[in-house]
C-alpha cells in the first residue's frame, strides 16, 4: 500500500510546499466564503498556496490553478454524554485535538468535546488520504502535512504584532522602600501639588506625592512636575490614579524609562490607604465581548444601557440581513460601519449581485483582494446561511430548560470580519492595531479604499457624493468668489449656549467646583439637551477665513465664508461633532442628546451661486514672497540661495558630506535638521549624492505686471514657482501632484506637503481650480477625507454619472452609537431601519429594537426621498 500511495503522489509531487517562516497558512477560514473546519464540509488547504477553501470554492481554485493536493480538516464537535445524575461525563484528555485553532466560543467548552480530522485529498478524483500516516506517505509530504498541521493560523500569527511590547515587571517592584509620612490619598478631587493640574496625576509610590506628568508613551500631556520630583528625590516609581481598578493598575519606573509591572501594587497603594477594591479605572476596561466599557460615572452607565437597550425583552431576528458581525476585540467599529453599507442597495448590487464574476476572475490569492472579500462579508451578511432560527425541537427543550434566551444568543453566531479587517487596515498606523478607533474616520477610510477599487467599474460609494459650494467674501471690497468641490458627509457642530436645559446645566458646573474644591464626591453628571434646528443653524453660520488674501485688494484681508450643498447626495451621511480634546490632549466625548429627526428637508440649503450685483474677485494668485536678499538681487540668488548654515554644520557633524547636508538644507526648503535628516536618508544611496548643490532653473523675475495683475500677482492659471516645484520632487513626490498641491495651498510649502499626504495621488486629479482667496480650515464638511476633491473645477457636470442629485428631502434609516468617553475606548452599535422596523445590531446579536436611541447618536444616514 506504502508502494501505490508513493506511486500515486508523484506526478504531484512538485506542487506539495513546506510551509516557509513568513508563510502563512490559512487553515481556519475559507477565503470566499466563511467556512471553517468546523462546517459541515470542513476546510480544504492546498498544499502549495497554503489558502483555505470551503466545499463550494475548491473546485474553483482547482481549475484556475491546477493545484491537485488539498489537505480536508474537519473538526467535530460533539455534546458530552450525560450520566445518570444528569450532569455531564468528565471528558479525559483527549489527543484527536491537533487542529491550531480556536474553540467556538457558541459551544460551552463544559458541555461540549471536540474532534479533529485531517486527510489529503487528490483533486480531481477526490482520493482521500487519512493523516497521519508517516509509513506509506513519501517524506516530503509527511513532513509538509506535519508542517501545516502544526503552523499558527495566518491571522493568529498576525495578532500579536497589533499589540504593543509586553510589560516587564519593575526591579524596583519587589523591594521598594515607602516612607511613613501618614500621607493619606482620597479617593477623588486629585490636583497636582505644584500645578492646578487635575488631569493625567500620578502618585509617587515611595513618598505619596500626587504630581502631573508629561510623557510620551501614553499619549498624555502635562507640566512635567512627577518627572522634576524624581530627580529631586530619586523615587523610581509613580501609578497614574484615574488606572487603579481591583485588576491593576498603570505604573512606571523613571529610573527605567518605561511603562512597568508592579506585582506588589495592592501592597504599595494601601500604604497610602487606598483599597483597590474600591476604585474604578475611568480610562477603557476590556469585557469579555471584546469591547471597552467605561466605568467612572452614573451617566456612562447609563447611556450604556440605553444605546443598547439594556434589560429589555429584545426578540432576536434571524435570516437574510439580519446577520451579525463578530467583534474581534476592539472591531465593533468596523462592523457597525460594514453592517449599514451592505444595509444600501448600491453596495448589495455591486457586491453580492456580482458575486461569481468577482469570485471567478479573482487573483490567485483572494485573501489580498478587496472586491473578493466585499463580496465574501456581503454574501454573509446577506445570503442568511450564518444566521439561522433555532429548530423547534431545541425550542421546547430549552424552554423546558428556562433557557430560551440563552439559546438565541447561540444560534446567533455572526460572521467574522477578520479577513477583511487584515486587508482594508493594512498599513494604517491605528486601524490595524486591536484598539478602539473612530467610526467617522473609519468610514471616510474605507470610502477611499471603495473609490480606489472601483476604477472602471460601478463605484457604490458615489451614493454619498455631492458637491460643496463655497462662497467667501472680501469684507473690506464686498467681492465675492465661489469654488465647488466634492464631499461626502456634513459635519453638524454642538452648540452648547443653546441646550434647552441650561440653567440645569450651569447649577451642575457650580457644585462640580464645589465639589472638587472641598474634595468631596461629585455631583451626578447632567446631560446637555440641544436641538437639531441650533446644529443645524451653527452648521450654516459664516464663518472667518484665517489668512485670507483679498485679489481685490492685493493684500490680506478679512473674509468670511459660507458653505452649502451645490448639489444632494442619494444617501446622506451626518455626523454629530461630540469629540473635542481633553488637557490631556485624549479625544473626550461630549455628553450630548439631540433630538435628530426622522425627516429631513435641506432645500433651503441649497446652492445657488453668483447673484446679481454680486461682483466677483479677481482670478490673481497671491505675489511670492522671495527671501530678502533674493528680492534685492534676484539673479544672484540663483548662485547663492539663502541655506541654513546651522542646520547643515549639525547635519555635517554627524559625519554626512558637506554638500549633501546643503542638498538637504535647500531641497527641504529651510524647514530644519529633522526634515533635512529625513532627505539624507532617503537620497544617501544616489551616485550624485555628496556631489556640489546644482541648482534647477529659477525664474526669480515674475516677469512685466499686466494691469491684471498689479503687486506682483500672478494669474490662478499659472504654475507654481519652479525652486518650489523642485523642493517637493527633490522629496520624491510626482512632479504633476507637487504642482497641484502648490496650487491647492497657495504656494505654501509646508501646507503642500500637508496637502499631499492628506490626498494620495489620483488618476482623477488632475483637473485643478483656482484656491487664491480661500484655504478650505475646519470645514463643517468633511474634509477630514483624504479622498475628497477640494479642488473640483466648478464647470464640471455636476449632472455627470458620479453625482447623484435630486431633492434635498431625506429618511432617516440608520445611526451608528457610541458608548463611552473617548473614540479611544467604548463600544459602537448600529441601528438599522428594516421592513419598517428597527433592528438593534450589537456585534453578532441581531434583535428588534423597542425603543431605538435616536437622540444619542454619532453617526446618521440618510436616504432621498422621492420628488412625488
Known amino acids: 500500500m506504502a508502494t501505490d500511495l508513493g506511486e500515486l503522489l508523484v506526478p504531484y509531487m512538485p506542487t506539495v510546499r513546506v510551509p516557509r517562516t513568513g508563510d502563512r497558512v490559512f487553515k481556519s477560514e475559507c477565503a470566499f466564503s466563511f467556512d471553517s473546519p468546523e462546517s459541515e464540509g470542513g476546510l480544504y488547504v492546498c498544499m502549495n498556496t497554503f489558502l483555505g477553501f470551503g466545499r463550494e470554492h475548491v473546485e474553483r481554485h482547482y481549475r484556475k490553478t491546477g493545484q491537485s493536493v488539498y489537505m ?88 500579536p504584532e497589533s499589540w504593543e511590547e509586553e510589560i516587564q515587571v519593575s526591579r524596583h517592584a519587589r523591594s521598594l522602600r515607602q516612607l511613613d509620612n501618614g500621607v493619606r490619598i482620597p479617593p477623588s478631587g486629585w490636583k497636582c501639588q505644584k500645578c492646578e493640574m487635575r488631569e493625567n496625576l500620578w502618585l509617587n509610590l515611595t513618598d505619596g506625592a500626587v ?36 485588576d491593576g493598575a498603570d ?26 477594591l474600591q476604585m474604578q479605572k475611568r480610562v477603557s476596561q476590556s469585557t469579555e465581548n471584546g469591547h471597552h466599557i467605561e466605568n467612572n460615572s452614573r451617566p456612562r452607565v447609563s447611556e450604556w444601557e440605553v444605546i443598547q437597550e439594556s434589560g429589555m425583552k429584545l426578540k432576536a431576528v434571524f435570516g437574510s440581513g439580519y446577520t451579525g458581525i463578530k467583534n474581534l476585540g476592539n472591531s465593533c467599529y468596523l462592523g457597525t460601519v460594514l453592517q449599514v453599507l451592505f444595509s444600501i442597495p448600491d453596495f448589495q448590487r455591486m457586491y453580492v449581485g456580482n458575486l461569481q ?9 483572494p485573501t489580498q483582494d478587496f472586491s473578493t472579500q466585499m463580496a465574501k462579508l456581503g454574501h454573509g451578511l446577506l445570503s442568511g446561511l450564518y444566521s439561522k432560527p433555532p429548530m423547534k425541537s431545541e425550542l421546547i427543550e430549552q424552554v423546558m430548560k428556562e433557557e430560551y434566551k440563552v439559546l438565541n444568543w447561540q444560534q446567533q453566531k455572526g460572521v467574522s470580519p477578520r479577513m477583511l479587517k487584515s486587508l482594508v487596515s493594512r498599513g494604517h498606523p491605528e486601524f490595524s492595531s486591536n484598539r478602539q478607533q473612530d467610526a467617522h474616520e473609519f468610514l471616510l477610510h474605507f470610502i477611499n479604499l471603495v473609490e480606489r477599487n472601483s476604477a472602471g467599474t460601478e463605484n457604490p460609494s458615489d451614493v454619498f457624493r455631492f458637491l460643496v459650494e463655497e462662497r467667501v467674501q472680501c469684507c473690506q471690497s464686498r467681492r465675492v468668489r465661489y469654488t465647488q468641490r466634492v464631499d461626502y458627509c456634513i459635519q453638524l457642530p454642538t452648540p452648547f449656549e443653546a441646550a434647552t436645559n441650561r440653567e440645569e446645566l450651569l447649577a451642575y458646573d457650580a457644585k462640580l467646583k464645589e465639589a472638587e474644591e ?32 483679498s485679489s481685490a485688494l492685493q493684500a490680506k484681508s478679512a473674509g468670511v465664508k459660507t458653505s452649502r450643498f451645490a448639489s444632494f447626495p442619494e444617501y446622506l451621511i451626518l455626523q454629530i461633532k461630540k469629540f473635542t480634546f481633553g488637557i490631556d490632549w485624549v479625544p473626550k466625548k461630549l455628553d450630548v442628546a439631540i433630538d435628530v429627526p426622522e425627516f429631513l428637508d435641506l432645500n433651503r440649503l441649497r446652492a445657488t451661486g453668483l447673484q446679481a450685483g454680486e461682483e466677483e474677485l479677481p482670478d490673481l494668485m497671491p505675489p511670492i514672497v522671495l527671501p530678502e536678499d533674493t528680492r534685492d538681487n534676484s539673479m544672484s540668488s540663483v548662485d547663492s540661495p539663502e541655506i541654513d548654515e546651522a542646520a547643515v554644520m549639525q547635519l555635517a557633524e554627524m559625519g ?100 499631499i499626504f492628506t490626498h494620495p495621488e489620483e488618476e482623477e486629479s488632475d483637473a485643478i481650480s483656482d484656491m487664491a482667496d480661500t484655504e478650505p480650515n475646519d470645514n463643517a464638511f468633511s474634509n477630514a477625507n483624504s479622498h475628497s476633491d477640494s479642488t473640483l473645477s466648478p464647470d464640471r457636470d455636476m449632472a455627470g454619472p458620479r453625482i447623484k442629485d435630486g431633492p434635498g428631502r431625506y429618511e432617516l434609516f440608520a445611526f451608528i452609537s457610541h458608548m463611552g468617553a473617548s473614540t479611544m475606548s467604548g463600544h459602537y452599535v448600529c441601528h438599522i431601519k428594516k421592513e419598517g422596523r428597527w433592528v438593534i445590531y450589537n456585534d453578532h446579536k441581531v434583535c428588534l429594537s423597542e425603543r431605538p436611541p435616536k437622540d444619542l447618536g454619532y453617526i446618521y444616514f440618510y436616504h432621498r426621498l422621492s420628488s412625488s
Open 72 to 159: 480536508h480538516l474537519k473538526r467535530h464537535v460533539k455534546e458530552k454524554a450525560t450520566g445518570a445524575a444528569a450532569g455531564a461525563i468528565p471528558r479525559r484528555r483527549n489527543g484527536k485535538v491537533f487542529l491550531d485553532l480556536e474553540l467556538n466560543r457558541d459551544f460551552n467548552g463544559e458541555d461540549y468535546e471536540y474532534e479533529d480530522e485531517a486527510k489529503l485529498v487528490i483533486f480531481p478524483d477526490h482520493f482521500e488520504i487519512p493523516l497521519p500516516n508517516i509509513e506509506e506517505l513519501p517524506a516530503l509530504v509527511t513532513i509538509a502535512c506535519d508542517a501545516v498541521l502544526n503552523a499558527s493560523s495566518a491571522y493568529k500569527k498576525q495578532e
Open 357 to 365: 464574476r468577482i469570485f471567478d476572475y479573482s487573483p490567485l490569492d
Open 251 to 276: 505604573v512606571y519606573s523613571f529610573e527605567e524609562e518605561e511603562a512597568v509591572l508592579d506585582p506588589h501594587i495592592s501592597e504599595h497603594l494601601s500604604h497610602f490607604g487606598i483599597d483597590m
Open 656 to 755: 554626512f558630506p558637506l554638500e549633501a547636508c546643503r542638498k538637504a538644507v535647500y531641497y527641504t526648503g529651510n524647514m530644519g535638521p529633522e526634515m533635512a535628516f529625513n532627505w539624507i536618508i532617503a537620497h544617501m544611496e544616489e551616485p550624485d549624492f555628496a556631489e556640489p548643490l546644482a541648482l534647477p532653473s529659477m525664474i526669480p523675475d515674475l516677469g512685466p505686471s499686466t494691469s491684471d495683475s498689479p503687486m506682483g500677482a500672478t494669474p490662478l492659471g499659472n504654475s507654481p514657482p519652479e525652486e518650489s516645484i523642485a523642493i517637493l520632487t527633490s522629496m520624491g513626490f510626482p512632479r504633476t501632484h507637487s504642482i497641484q498641491a502648490l496650487k491647492a495651498t497657495n504656494n505654501n510649502l509646508e501646507r503642500a506637503l500637508d496637502w
Open 518 to 549: 472641598n474634595m468631596r464626591a461629585p455631583p451626578e453628571p447632567v446631560r446637555a439637551r440641544i436641538p437639531f434646528t441650533a446644529c443645524l443653524q451653527a452648521f450654516t453660520e459664516p464663518e472667518n477665513v484665517p489668512d485670507f488674501w
Open 211 to 246: 504630581l502631573c506628568g508629561k510623557w510620551f508613551f501614553d499619549g498624555s500631556g502635562g507640566n512635567g512636575h512627577a518627572l522634576e520630583h524624581y530627580r529631586e528625590k530619586n523615587h523610581p516609581l509613580a501609578v497614574k490614579l484615574d488606572t487603579i481598578t481591583p
